[in-house]
């Protein structure tokens, strides 16, 4: 029962505790390759929030890490997966709306987004919603881009390969398939220049792009090299935690 998780703790915790900084992470429900679950972004995100509170919690930090929303935005081609459930930026930003809306009225003024999935483009959701509550301060943290992945991981790749699934062979190793029965996450590129040069960017035709929905090659990934990014992971998004309880909201610049 961890004070700093809403799905575990009670009413008595949170009467007699002065909360300063919610945490919403946000993931989405899609196939990840073949042997990760459907869950894996809202899993993973929702852990990995977990445990940076933890840290910060030991350093007196007041935080709450909310449920884990797990309604994404999906690209062309990988909408039509069965139970794939694409959620419209449009809807994410009125889910968004009630929820700080919510915290606001109960007097949270500080909150951390931290985002699971590569789909989901919250900093338009944030500059939108952000000046209908002036005094709130909302921050996004998108844990998957903090690190230098090439200083963990000897594949790259950014669905399904050797990072998150050494993130969820760490976390949920009774929800990995055998890595023998996972697809090798072959991602065909773009046949225009100026997409692969970085002039354009196209969503991506999924199920053009990728035979076994993954991208990126999963057969290197292990537990322990999941421990190792997760523990340096954890450790900043806790130290930014920390900053977040402690900071003055009237005095955030030098
Ligand atoms: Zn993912």
């Keep these: 029962m961890k004070p700093y998780i809403l799905e575990q703790t009670n009413w008595k915790q949170v009467k007699n ?25 809202s899993l993973e995100t929702a852990k990995i929030a977990e445990e940076a509170a933890e840290k910060a919690w030991q350093k007196g930090a007041k935080i ?72 709130m301060l909302i921050s996004l943290v998108e844990w998957f881009k903090i690190l230098n992945l090439s200083a963990y991981f000897e594949e790259d790749g950014d669905h399904a390969g050797e990072m998150e699934t050494s ?14 029965e996972a697809g090798d996450g072959n991602a065909k590129s773009s046949k225009l220049k100026g997409v692969l040069n970085k002039t354009a960017w196209i969503p991506r035709q999924w199920n053009k792009v990728s035979e076994d929905t993954g991208v990126g090659n999963p057969k290197k990934a292990t537990a322990e090299k999941g421990k190792k990014y997760l523990d ?14 402690e900071c003055d909201l009237e005095d955030l610049y030098e």
């Design 64 to 135: 709450m890490v909310l449920p884990a929303i797990p309604l994404g935005v999906q690209n062309p081609g990988q909408i039509d997966l069965p139970f794939c459930l694409h959620t419209k930026p449009s809807t994410q930003t009125l889910i968004f709306k009630d929820i700080v809306e919510a915290l606001y009225h109960q007097g949270i003024r500080k909150l951390v987004l931290m985002n699971g999935h590569g789909g989901n483009d919250f900093k338009p959701m944030i500059r939108e919603i952000q000046p209908q509550f002036p005094e």
């Design 232 to 245: 340096d992971v954890t450790t900043k998004i806790g130290d930014f935690f920390v900053e977040m309880a």
């Design 167 to 180: 993130v969820i062979l760490h976390y949920f190793p009774h929800l990995v398939l055998p890595l023998e």
């Design 17 to 41: 505790q002065n909360y300063e900084v919610a945490i919403l992470p946000w993931g989405a429900t899609e196939p990840h390759n073949y042997h990760l679950p459907y869950g894996t972004d």
